[in-house]
């Protein structure tokens, strides 16, 4: 499942939240790549704020999709999907608004739950400063024993580092017992998904935890100032990857790739470029300084001058 049917009011926007771009691709485009190689089946999308945007933007794209009318939180938006899963198996839960989220951490994440034979398993981090982050409250096994959201968490609880990432597996039969046990009775009035962990362990069952090394994959978008702090952690991403294939980026703080570009090996990126929308870059290039290429092919060997404009097939 993938839940995308969040207002983000922060966002100030008339835009669905999960459609606000980064790196080139939609917030959302980032999650289902990011899935493709599970092959999840079905792939179900749950809708709501501005659901015709995201609607039209999934078309043809084989997805299921759920409505949330109105929001009634996370819970809410699980319930939503149930009907649309089989009986019996796993699902995977993840945000439509982490596009840092890695493909090998959801793998991960799923052979967890499997190996513990686990009803759940669900990602975590430690941060520094833990914010607003749910948290996690270990149990005497050392097995996820609850989370408390902070605004709801005592002192004790808040002042806990590790805390939740907000992507699970459950096995389904486990979730959609539990489900039907989740109440809003918390400040937001919601229903928590975090909920149905405490049900879990209370019935006896375990809840594994996937920590991240890099807590930056389990980041999430709900302000602008969000969306530009992803965009940047995710071009230093992609910057790096090139690197690492043999390409020299000149000055990577100034230096901005979409995620579905590619540069040949040998290739050179002078300081401020930009390349967007595709564009392949073929081996043995130059790209000069402040050059904006949009769209276009580059074939091996060549030199762009500095300062350079190039959009479509120009």
């Not at 975590?124 to 408390?148: H, K, Q």
């Not at 709801?152 to 039969?173: I, K, L, M, P, Q």
Request: proline share 5%; charged share 25%.
């Amino acid at each position: 499942m993938v839940l995308a049917a969040g207002e983000g009011k922060r966002m100030r926007t008339g835009r669905a939240k999960v459609l606000h771009e980064v790196g080139g691709r939609a917030l959302i485009d980032h999650v289902l790549v990011a899935l493709e190689r599970l092959a999840p089946s079905p792939l179900v999308v749950v809708v709501g704020h501005l659901r015709a945007q995201v609607e039209a933007h999934l078309g043809g794209r084989g997805v299921v999709l759920a409505v949330q009318d109105p929001p009634r939180g996370t819970g809410d938006a699980v319930a939503r999907a149930l009907p649309l899963l089989p009986e019996a198996g796993e699902t995977l839960v993840v945000s439509g608004d982490v596009p840092l989220i890695a493909p090998a951490t959801l793998e991960a994440l799923v052979e967890l739950r499997r190996c513990r034979k686990a009803a759940a398993a669900l990602v975590t981090a430690v941060l520094p400063e833990p914010g607003g982050y749910g948290r996690i409250v270990r149990n005497g096994t050392g097995d996820v024993g609850s989370i408390v959201e902070a605004r709801d968490a005592s002192d004790d609880s808040r002042s806990a580092c590790e805390v939740n990432g907000g992507t699970y597996v459950f096995d389904v039969g486990a979730l959609r017992r539990a489900i039907g046990q989740v109440r809003p009775d918390n400040d937001q009035g919601e229903y928590y998904l975090t909920d149905v962990v405490g049900f879990l362990v209370a019935g006896g069952l375990q809840v594994a935890a996937l920590q991240l090394a890099d807590p930056a994959e389990m980041a999430g978008v709900n302000s602008r100032s969000d969306l530009g702090e992803v965009h940047r952690l995710l071009n230093q991403r992609i910057v790096r990857r090139l690197q690492e294939a043999g390409v020299t980026v000149l000055d990577p703080g100034t230096t901005w790739v979409d995620a579905d570009c590619t540069v040949g090996r040998d290739s050179e990126l002078e300081a401020g470029v930009h390349l967007r929308r595709g564009c392949v870059v073929g081996e043995r290039c130059r790209i000069g300084a402040y050059s904006v290429l949009d769209g276009v092919t580059v074939a091996d060997g060549t030199a762009v001058p500095p300062l350079s404009f190039r959009a479509g097939g120009g």
